[in-house]
């Protein structure tokens, strides 16, 4: 008797893909550019966002989706940031944001009085790569408290994203960490990645990170 295997990953990933399809469409027919930020935990995308949101929200017409395993904390952090509505997905255990999340959270957002979305992924460096949730690029951060190896362990990530951060540079004296050597690990697996140097508790921290979203808005689309 014949045998017949389903993939079923396939299936999901597929489906996924026909929805995040929709969901770049939706975004972009509103004119709305969006950013998927991804990192291990610890890693400081939260305080990011925060500051980012406190300094440029209004400026930048700045909307957030927030993704976390069991609570809505990040969003409540980020909403005491912002007068916008800070949609948060909580997914119950799963390792990541899928697009059909993404779509959802969208049916509660603004999209005529946003510029730019942030979707703040689950802290995880691996199960995210694998999943398009219609953003325009991943931005990947990394802190200098974490491995400089990062992304030769996890380098799908690293090659998926087209943007990283490097987090936390006011620590910078205090830690074992070769900024050129993670620059060097990064660049071996995506020589094209852009990196930016951020510090969300210094005064002048934020600069790099914010001519960066200035410009992109300009040009109206990731660069």
């Known amino acids: 008797m014949a045998v017949r295997t389903i993939d079923v990953r396939e299936r999901v990933m597929a489906r996924n893909d026909e929805l995040a399809a929709e969901v770049r469409r939706r975004l972009r027919e509103a004119g709305v550019l969006t950013f998927n930020l991804v990192s291990s935990p610890g890693s400081g995308k939260t305080s990011l966002l925060e500051r980012t949101l406190a300094d440029l929200g209004e400026e930048l017409g700045i909307s957030v989706v927030t993704g976390d395993v069991q609570t809505q904390k990040d969003a409540d952090r980020l909403a005491r940031h912002t007068k916008r509505l800070v949609q948060a997905v909580i997914t119950h255990g799963a390792c990541h944001l899928d697009a059909s999340q993404v779509s959802a959270a969208l049916d509660a957002i603004d999209l005529a009085r946003t ?3 942030f979707v703040e992924n689950v802290g995880n460096l691996v199960c995210p790569a694998s999943w ?6 991943k931005i990947v951060v990394l802190s200098v408290t974490e491995g400089e190896d990062k992304p030769v362990k996890y380098p799908k990530m690293f090659e998926q994203a087209r943007y990283a951060v ?16 993670a620059l060097d690990f990064a660049r071996r697996v995506n020589p094209d990645l852009q990196f930016f140097f951020t510090s969300a508790l210094a005064p002048d921290g934020m600069e790099q990170w914010y001519a960066f979203l200035r410009s992109a808005l300009r040009q109206g689309a990731a660069a």
């Open 115 to 117: 510029r730019l979305l």
């Open 132 to 137: 398009d949730l219609g953003e325009d690029a």
């Open 166 to 181: 490097l987090n936390k540079m006011d620590l910078l004296p205090y830690v074992p960490f070769k900024v050129e050597r």
